[in-house]
């Protein structure tokens, strides 16, 4: 006989597998949605998704609020959600000249689930939007550009961008986003763009509009400037190509870009000591394969807020050398007065292989970090010492007194010297720091002995050109080790004194790999 509840049962049982396991797979990608969102972007948008993470204090514009639902970057018209697509692209490839770094390093399966997660945290229903439909682009003439740019006066481009694109229109220091936050017009002749430089991408933000911004959509442009609907995509394309026009950017801005985020330390000789790995001018750098790494301020300026800085690797059996160089209109070395600020430079390398938070890591990612700075590089090839002489040559002393007791000069009470602090030192024989870190505000330096990183910093008037050299392996666990088998996870960092950059407040790429080549 059979029993009947028992086949009842495992038919049962049966039926509810398909479920289970789809219950199961769900649940899995919930729980790795959430490690994610915690690991790439809770620090700066909060864990709670409202802008207020622990980071937000660093940057400017500050962090989406991804619990209002409004997104600037999209394919949709005015007041709509964005596409999935959309959000996965802004992830990708992040948002030049912000905070807002690319994730292209991570799966697209990866992505995708942050895109759940922000769908989550904005109760967003996107179902069936619909795309702005995106005509022929219509080829660039001089009869086109020169409608552009009446199109660009007529509906008052012009009066936050400026009549030469540059951002500094009448009304740009007036205005501010959905947050109440001051909000800066882009500056055209840059030809960096927040949703990507294409004559599309554009076309998109033009007829679209940038929701939780003053840029409001132009997709009536025909029926703004009193012309028939026939014409409506004709005036969109010319006001395009006229806002390209504005551009005066380099040729190679684009170019050399790291193929799949790769970068490659090319082998040389043996017998290469470290300080021709240091000259910059070295023949021997002309082997190396030059890298273009595009860099964002964390707090916007009116002035540069993305870069390019061009970085090369080369190596022998017993040392790495990593060159990094950049534009820089300014030498700035002095660190006397509080009004001074340094030009500086730092290379970040994660420990354990993970390309956690590019702001110096966290907690279980620890960062191993080489830190130079134009102030030590100054006071190592002048061999001159820390002193505040240096910005007030004429000032009067108590040390120019002689009856002064000397053990009460300027120099006998130096708390920082005397306890060791590696940035009181009165001399300096080495412009780089090496340090570690567990995110913002844990900068920890390595003792005066275990600081092994050599570097040299060159300016020639409009660039800098900075070294790094260190032997490949260390005994160290707080610090990287080179193999030809693993490649490295590595991020780049500039300061520039001119527009008073200092501790967080610079400007950062996102993490590549560097791999050591034959």
């Known amino acids: 006989m059979f029993n009947k509840n028992k086949i009842n049962t495992q038919r049962i049982i049966l039926r509810s597998l398909p479920i289970l ?90 992505i995708k689930s942050l895109v759940d997660i922000v769908k989550k945290f904005s109760s967003m229903n996107n179902k069936g939007v619909q795309k702005i439909s995106v005509p022929d682009e219509l080829p660039v003439t001089n009869e086109l550009i020169e409608l552009g740019r009446s199109i660009y006066t007529e509906v008052g481009c012009n009066m936050c961008h400026g009549n030469t694109g540059k951002g500094d229109g009448l009304s740009s220091q007036k205005l501010v986003d959905s947050q109440g936050y001051p909000i800066i017009p882009k500056d055209f002749t840059s030809g960096v763009y927040l949703g990507g430089g294409t004559n599309r991408d554009l076309y998109l933000r033009f007829v679209g509009g940038m929701d939780g911004t003053p840029m409001p959509s132009y997709g009536n442009l ?169 910005a007030y040559a004429n000032r009067i002393s108590d040390s120019n007194v002689n009856t002064y007791p000397t053990l009460m000069n300027d120099m006998a009470y130096l708390s920082g010297r005397d306890a060791g602090n590696i940035n009181s030192e009165l001399g300096k024989t080495s412009p780089v720091e090496n340090v570690t870190a567990v995110g913002p505000q844990t900068v920890t330096p390595f003792s005066e002995n275990e600081q092994k990183v050599m570097g040299n910093g060159t300016w020639d008037g409009q660039k800098w050109q900075v070294v790094f050299v260190r032997k490949l392996q260390s005994d160290s666990e707080q610090k990287v080790n080179f193999k030809k088998d693993k490649s490295s996870p590595i991020a780049f960092a500039i300061w520039n004194g001119s527009e008073k950059d200092r501790n967080g407040q610079k400007m950062v790429s996102t993490w590549y790999e560097l791999e050591l080549k034959d």
């Not at 006229?242 to 790291?258: C, F, G, M, R």
């Open 21 to 110: 396991f789809t219950l199961s797979f769900l649940l899995a990608q919930n729980k790795e949605s959430e490690i994610l969102y915690k690991e790439y972007c809770s620090g700066c948008h909060g864990i709670d998704g409202n802008g207020n993470g622990d980071y937000s204090y660093l940057l400017y514009p500050k962090p989406r609020d991804l619990t209002n639902g409004v997104f600037k970057i999209k394919s949709t018209s005015a007041g709509n959600p964005p596409t999935d697509q959309d959000l996965f692209t802004t992830i990708h490839d992040g948002m030049p000249g912000t905070a807002m770094p690319p994730f292209n390093f991570l799966q697209k399966h990866e």
């Open 222 to 390: 025909a029926e703004v400037l009193g012309k028939p609907k026939s014409e409506e995509n004709k005036l969109a394309w010319a006001l395009v190509h006229y806002v390209k026009s504005l551009e005066t950017k380099p040729d190679n801005i684009l170019q050399n870009q790291a193929k799949d985020r790769k970068l490659a330390a090319v082998k040389t000789s043996r017998f290469v000591k470290p300080d021709q790995f240091m000259d910059a001018s070295f023949s021997l750098w002309n082997r190396a394969k030059t890298y273009s790494i595009p860099i964002s301020r964390l707090w916007q300026s009116d002035n540069v807020n993305y870069q390019m800085v061009n970085v090369q690797a080369l190596y022998n059996s017993k040392y790495i050398a990593i060159k990094m160089e950049w534009e820089d209109q300014s030498q700035d070395q002095e660190l006397y007065r509080v009004q001074d600020f340094q030009d500086g430079a730092a290379i970040q390398f994660s420990l354990d292989g993970t390309k956690g938070f590019h702001g110096m890591g966290s907690e279980d990612h620890p960062t191993d970090i080489w830190f130079w700075k134009a102030e030590w590089q100054m006071r190592t090839n002048e061999k001159t010492e820390s002193d505040i002489v240096l």
